[in-house]
Structure formats: C-alpha cells, structure tokens
C-alpha cells in the first residue's frame, strides 16, 4: 500500500531573483573611480598650465585708471624712454650697450595695512615679450613702492618710480605694465594716460 501522494509544487511564473555579483559591482566601482581621478587630474593641470605657465595672460586697464593689486591699487602716470636714469658712483646711470631705460612713474595706494606690499610689476611688450624692473641699478627717487609698512597710512596715494632696462628695438612697442596679483585671474596691464 502506498502512503498519501506528495503534493506537487506550487508553479511559479516569476523567475527567480538574480544574486548581485559582487565581483562586477566592485570591477564598475574601481572603474568609476579610476575615471573620476583622471578626469580630477585633467582639470587641475589644465588650471594650472593656463594660469601659471606661458603664455601669461593680461587684461588691459583703461589708459590711466586704478587697477587692483592684493593689498594696494596701482595707477600708472608715464612710461618714458632715456638714455640716463638715476646716478652711479655720482654719474648719471646708463643702461647697456644696445638698451634704453625705461622708466615708469606710478602711484600706489594701501588699501588694507600689511607687513610688505606687494608690488612686483613686469614691463610688457605688445609682442608679448616681458621685463622684469632692475635689481640692482642706478639710484634714483621713489625707489620703494611706499614707506616703510609701520609708516604707510591706508588709503594714502604714495608715488613710486620702476625702472625697467630693454633693449632699443623694443623700447617703442610697448604695451603696459603688469601687474601681479597672485591670483588665477589674468594681471592687469597698466597703461598710462593718452
């Protein structure tokens, strides 16, 4: 005799659930992450090459207008070209063979109080070619770009003077003064009045 007859299985019209493989999820994770360190790599070198490498970018202020710099405003009153600039052991100074001093005459105004102005300019060609303003060269009036930091007042207009050394060819092709500004931002290219 035989005993009671097994019920059949109940049928079931769904399939059945798929297990995630954990292996795939972990591949598509160590992909996207990968993409996004490249992608993060890119943007930050792309940044980088086109602010702080050549060629620099400038942003031409209205002939003599205030441009911004970190802590000062900066206004360019003249760019004149000479043969003799400042003294030298009681002489007048002179520039090198096949060059002319270019000398431009500024006015710097403190906005905020800081230990040292920043005032680091470069003289500008429309070429594009730049100099940076002599080192050490002939003595000559305004030589600081304000007093001393415990004596400059904010918001007082000093005058400063920058002399800048080029070669006679390109005295006449100039195009401003740039200013650095430390930033990402292209300088402003100081122009002096019309």
């Known amino acids: 005799m035989s005993g009671p007859a097994a019920a059949p299985a109940p049928h079931s019209s769904a399939a059945p659930r798929a297990v995630p493989d954990e292996g795939r999820a972990r591949a598509w994770l160590s992909a996207a992450g990968a993409f996004l360190l490249v992608l993060l790599f890119v943007v930050v070198e792309l940044t980088y090459s086109s602010t702080h490498l050549p060629p620099p970018r400038y942003r031409p202020v209205a002939a003599g207008a205030v441009a911004e710099g970190p802590h000062a405003d900066f206004r360019l009153l003249s760019l004149r070209q000479t043969e003799r600039w400042g003294t030298e052991s009681g002489a007048p100074g002179s520039p090198e063979p096949g060059a002319v001093w270019v000398v431009a005459q500024l006015e710097v105004t403190p906005r905020e109080k800081q230990d040292y102005l920043l005032c680091t300019m470069t003289l500008v060609s429309a070429s594009g ?22 004596a400059a007042v904010v918001g007082t207009t000093y005058p400063f003077v920058l002399g800048f050394e080029v070669p006679a060819a390109d005295a006449d092709d100039l195009a401003g003064l740039a200013l650095e500004t430390y930033s990402w931002r292209a300088s402003p290219l100081l122009r002096p009045p019309a």
């Open 129 to 150: 070619r730049a100099w940076e303003p002599v080192g050490i060269g002939p003595t000559h009036e305004g030589e600081s770009c304000a007093p001393e930091p415990e």
